[in-house]
């Protein structure tokens, strides 16, 4: 049997009034006594624990007929199995122009199996449309709302896409149809701010495995990232401006918050892991193109018909507090974005290729089912939003890649990633990497002729810090090491080459 590293445990007495029947849902998580207009609510109940796909979709387009002026329904292309992900656009006409308004993307049902996170954005859309007090949101805001993306997954009540994919996993990549129209409506957006609502599962098993009584005590986690190579400015409007705030406003509204953490095993001790840092995820990769992004992770997933109506009022209460928080800082946010797009294109910082994150003590809030209490364990924890570089490269003044791998540029094209061709083959003396015995790639000089159809890519543009994470091949979610982008036939080189200034405008420029 495994141990666990518990430092200390410490109940909080809530049980004094509970009687013996009560639940956790009656002690800790009941739901509001209000009435919840989604259709899984309003007795529509062809799945059995959420809204359907196909209600989902009559309810959109009720609302939109009823209000042309404000709510526009189309859909961003098809999943694997030829459904259509729809796509909701909310603004009013008011005296200030669309430029001039911050553009929020809010995303839900990425992951099959958590429905609830498209039930909160439904409630959302139908009290911004329905509502006076909510529809002053919208004032400086244009709104897109993707709330099923996974709508094959969500039909078998599967996490994954119908291939396996998870969506959540294949940002970097986007090696299916549902990441790649997700990021081409994004791109096409352009949004400031970006929310990507999730559930996650309270009875994980790491915590099963401590004390089969154990749930998770939380109602939302906010997840965020830490990675050194997005922008700083964005990182810390994420966490002050947005995140702080918004937890309060779950707190005022009795729900327990915390940041993210995930679980992990190490020899024999559970372990936290705060935050995270992987561009494969939606936290950490729209920050990387300068938006301001977060993953809500709302309690869900196994807890099916329990608490419904509570978790679909968490989703909706952090959903009505960040377009509040957008409404009241319109002009910082507009400014720390594009300040940070500005250095981006301007300033040459250099790439962090390697970092440690700080080990905390941290703690985590359960429920313990069989006692009705409150338990606080303390876990040796991996705090991701505190990373500290160990290692950093200069950033090139460009990179020129040589591949036959078609996927290559698919997968920079879709990441909004600019490009040209080489028109001519040519001789130059460039920096290129090879691999050594146990494939850590490591940099050296070396002559080499560039074939004509070379693909040259400028750094310094508005998605450069997610080119870079794409191309560096030291970093762990890279084209490299993800081996799609692999040596260069007959050489031991691999097809990626960092060019300096001097040989970028040489190469832009031969005809
Ligand atoms: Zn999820």
Request: proline share 4%.
């Amino acid at each position: 049997m495994k141990k666990y590293s518990l430092i200390i445990v410490c109940f909080i007495s809530l049980t004094v009034f509970a009687q013996e029947e009560k639940t956790i849902y009656d002690t800790f998580f009941s739901d509001p006594d209000k009435e919840i207009p989604v259709p899984y609510l309003e007795g529509q109940k062809a799945q059995k624990f959420y809204t359907s796909y196909k209600n989902a979709n009559n309810f959109l387009a009720v609302l939109a007929e009823k209000h042309p002026d404000i709510i526009k329904i189309s859909n961003i292309g098809e999943t694997q199995r030829g459904k259509k992900i729809p796509m909701v656009m909310l603004s009013l006409k008011n005296d200030i122009p669309d430029a001039e308004k911050i553009r929020v993307t809010y995303i839900a049902g990425v992951h099959g199996n958590e429905p609830i996170s498209s039930d909160g954005l439904l409630y959302l859309i139908h009290e911004l449309i329905e509502k006076d007090e909510y529809k002053q949101l919208l004032e400086k805001v244009i709104l897109q709302v993707l709330p099923i993306v996974n709508v094959d997954g969500r039909s078998i009540n599967s996490r994954a896409s119908n291939n396996g994919t998870d969506l959540n996993r294949n940002l970097n990549m986007l090696s299916v149809p549902e990441t790649v129209n997700l990021r081409n409506a994004i791109n096409l957006f352009d949004p400031q701010v970006v929310v990507d609502f999730h559930e996650f599962n309270p009875s994980r098993k790491d915590f099963k495995e401590m004390n089969d009584c154990l749930t998770s005590g939380i109602d939302a986690q906010f997840l965020f990232t830490g990675n050194l190579n997005v922008a700083p400015g964005i990182r810390e409007m994420i966490e002050t401006d947005f995140v702080e705030p918004t937890k309060l406003v779950l707190k005022n509204n009795n729900r327990t918050v915390a940041n993210y953490s995930s679980t992990f095993w190490s020899g024999q001790s559970l372990h936290l892991n705060l935050g995270a840092i992987s561009s494969r995820s939606s936290a950490t990769n729209y920050a990387l193109q300068n938006r301001i992004s977060i993953l809500m992770e709302l309690r869900g997933v196994t807890e099916r018909e329990k608490m419904v109506k509570r978790r679909i009022e968490t989703s909706f209460l952090a959903a009505t507090s960040y377009l509040s928080i957008v409404n009241k800082k319109a002009h910082e946010i507009k400014k720390t974005v594009v300040d940070a797009n500005e250095a981006t294109i301007n300033n040459m910082r250099p790439i962090v290729v390697s970092s440690n994150a700080e080990i905390i003590e941290g703690s985590y809030r359960f429920v313990n089912t069989c006692t009705n209490e409150t338990e606080i364990i303390y876990f040796e924890t991996k705090n991701n939003l505190k990373h500290t570089a160990v290692k950093t490269r200069e950033r090139a003044a460009g990179y020129v890649l040589v591949s036959k791998n078609k996927h290559v540029v698919e997968v920079l094209q879709n990441s909004g990633i600019v490009m040209s061709k080489l028109a001519k083959p040519t001789l130059l003396e460039l920096q290129a990497y090879k691999l050594d015995n146990k494939n850590v790639p490591y940099l050296i000089s070396t002559p080499f002729k560039l074939p004509a159809g070379a693909i040259i890519i400028n750094t310094k543009q508005k998605m450069g810090n997610l080119l870079v994470d794409l191309l560096e091949p030291e970093l762990s979610n890279s084209l490299v090491a993800n081996k799609t982008l692999k040596k260069i036939k007959g050489t031991d080189l691999i097809g990626l080459f960092r060019i300096n200034k001097n040989q970028l405008l040489q190469l832009q420029n031969i005809k």
